[in-house]
């Protein structure tokens, strides 16, 4: 079964600028999750899609947002890009939604190596 | 507050060595999940273990084992025979209703 994967794989944009990042999950998987994760700030969470519905939002502010499809694919978009953008976005999927009562295991794609200039 | 710490920014180990990563966790749910990830430098994200909070007995997969404390509220993580490969960031994460709550993780370092 092939993994979760994530395009593009790495990406330079500019201030100001609008990226839009893609995730696939693995076959059969309906939850996707994303994830910001920097050196210093280590891992922070985005937001987690189940059958096309946000369940949860972590603490970014709005320019983040996300939506996922039909097939389970899911996409974020960053608007307005800031110079603190700049991070790996890490994108993981499940079979069901991650949190309890039942603790989907989460996997991960590459990530994608977003650097904003 | 909800979080989980990982006491120990960065360890090492000689190869063929047994280490041991803590991991301690607030949580207030009686019903839960615990992970180890693994993040070699090649930056995929691997699950190590994963360990029901209603089970008593500690999980584990091959090298790799749990010392699951729930009352304490620790999570350690053993690594026995310590290779190369294992270099890593080790993440520590339990689940809560909505998502998962993450340890800032332990770079690992393996002496050859």
């Known amino acids: 079964k092939a993994g979760v994967t994530q395009t593009p794989r790495y990406l330079i944009k500019t201030r100001g600028q609008q990226v839009t990042l893609s995730c696939s999950p693995i076959?059969?998987?309906?939850?996707v999750s994303w994830y910001q994760q920097t050196p210093g700030q280590g891992l922070q969470f985005l937001f987690e899609?189940?059958?096309?519905?946000?369940?949860n939002k972590g603490n970014f502010p709005g320019r983040f947002s996300g939506r996922q499809f039909s097939n389970s694919r899911s996409e974020m978009n960053v608007s307005t890009l800031e110079l603190g953008d700049s991070a790996l976005y890490l994108c993981?999927?499940?079979?069901?939604?991650?949190?309890?009562?039942?603790?989907?295991?989460?996997?991960f794609g590459p990530g994608t190596r977003l650097l904003v200039l | 507050a909800q979080t989980v710490t990982q006491s120990q920014p960065e360890m090492s180990v000689q190869e063929a060595e047994t280490v041991t990563l803590s991991c301690t966790y607030d949580t207030s749910e009686s019903d839960y999940y615990l992970f180890w990830y693994k993040q070699p430098p090649s930056r995929q994200m691997i699950l190590v273990i994963r360990?029901?909070?209603?089970k008593q007995q500690n999980a584990t997969e091959n090298r790799f084992s749990v010392n699951f404390q729930k009352a304490a509220k620790s999570f350690s993580l053993k690594i026995s025979d310590s290779q190369l490969g294992d270099a890593a960031m080790y993440f520590c994460?339990?689940?809560?209703?909505?998502?998962?709550?993450w340890g800032a993780g332990t770079k690992l370092i393996i002496k050859p």
């Open positions: 899609y189940f059958s096309e519905t946000q369940r």
């Open positions: 994460a339990y689940t809560t209703n909505y998502q998962l709550i």
């Open positions: 993981a999927s499940s079979l069901g939604p991650s949190g309890s009562p039942k603790g989907e295991t989460q996997y």
């Open positions: 360990q029901e909070a209603y």
């Open positions: 076959s059969g998987h309906r939850s």
